[in-house]
């Protein structure tokens, strides 16, 4: 370790920590030390990033250069040119040569904290209703189903009771897996998008509350085919119940969004039980999601084919099995959507900046 070399690093952290954003290798200053350890090269480049977007507050800066790094990737890395290459262990770096993935581990780290601190909304009461209603049961697309069942357990029409009716939501075969990757970010957890989708498309399998075959006919079992019904057009609801509310959709995420939400609830579960972690996704994170700019995810092209497929049978077998449908079956059939096909990690850090520089501390 040269001393030339570590002054000029202690002297770029104090550039960064008074929202400086001049790259490592143009910087050329010195300062004194200002601790025993060098922060790493993964919270220096965030800052410099938080900085560029900024400002930054100064207790936002120190908890940066404080912050560690989960999940899956590369220790704390040293600086280039401050320190000789080790004979074991990483290489230092230029911190920006790091990839954008490097800088989201920390950034989610720290935007956990902040959901688990902000904690839960206030719980809204419904109000007490007493006249006669039709029961029902909302199943199918979690992402169809949530919105409408809480809009109507608000309005004192929560489901469920002897007798119900199970009204099973669907959209396209495309979409719908969409929304099960997006359901499952903001719940226990998921793989990045490829990761998990591939699988299913190579295997034909249509996972959990989205093969609306499998769930229809679980129900009908259970109560009958006569009170299952297949809903395909989900404004159709508020008329199926007798409300007179139109039935809200939830507010979309872009791609980068949920996927910055996946990878936050990778964080957040390191401070919270799975039941709490699910309801700060959905209830504290999730509407700060949904205001972010951004394009939808969709089925990327080369699994449309296959994915047609496999809409077309659950098509077939939903027409087979004779329940009451509202809508057209046809529009389980994949639909051409403007979108992208996959999250990428620059946008998904570009929302990390900004939830961070919101949030004030």
């Known amino acids: 370790m040269t001393e030339d070399g570590v002054h000029r690093a202690w002297g770029w952290v104090a550039h960064l920590q008074a929202g400086g954003t001049t790259p490592w290798r143009d910087w050329t200053g010195a300062g004194d030390p200002r601790g025993r350890i ?36 590369r220790p704390d890395l040293e600086l280039e040119g401050a320190v000789p290459p080790l004979e074991f262990g990483p290489r230092p770096v230029d911190p920006a040569d790091l990839p954008d993935d490097e800088l989201i581990r920390v950034a989610t ?52 009771g002897r007798g119900a009716t199970v009204l099973v939501l669907g959209t396209d075969l495309g979409t719908m897996y969409t929304h099960a990757w997006t359901a499952r970010s903001l719940s ?41 019904r297949i809903v395909l057009d989900p404004a159709e609801v508020p008329r199926i119940i007798g ?15 949920t996927d910055l939400a996946r990878r936050v609830g990778q964080a957040l579960g390191l401070l919270a039980v799975p039941t709490e972690r699910r309801a700060l996704l959905r209830e504290t994170l999730r509407p700060r999601l949904a205001a972010l700019p951004g394009a939808p995810l969709v089925l990327p092209a080369e699994h449309l084919e296959r994915v ?20 057209d079956l046809d529009s389980l059939l994949p639909a051409d959507r403007a979108g992208v096909p996959e999250p990428s990690d620059a946008g998904v850090l570009a929302h990390a900046l900004r939830l961070l520089l919101e949030k004030k501390r």
């Open 243 to 257: 409300v007179r509310r139109p039935a809200p959709a939830a507010e979309p995420l872009s791609a980068d969004a």
């Open 38 to 73: 060098l922060p790493g090269a993964q919270q220096l480049e965030l800052l410099r990033r938080l900085n560029g977007a900024g400002p930054t507050s100064p207790e936002l800066a120190a908890r940066v250069l404080e912050a560690s790094a989960p999940g899956r990737g």
């Open 308 to 327: 047609h497929e496999r809409a077309t049978h659950l098509r077939d077998a939903l027409l087979r099995a004779g329940y009451p449908v509202h809508g």
């Open 109 to 160: 780290m720290l935007l956990a904290e902040d959901v688990h601190a902000a904690g839960l909304p206030e719980t809204e009461h419904p109000p007490r209703k007493r006249w006669r209603r039709r029961k029902y049961r909302l199943e199918g697309d979690v992402v169809l189903t949530g919105p409408i069942r809480a809009d109507l357990v608000r309005h004192g029409r929560p489901p469920g």
């Open 188 to 228: 226990a957890g998921a793989p990045s998008w490829r990761e998990w989708l591939d699988p299913h498309v190579k295997r034909g399998t249509v996972p959990g509350r989205i093969d609306l075959v499998k769930v229809a006919k679980a129900w009908s079992d259970r109560v009958g085919k006569e009170r299952v």
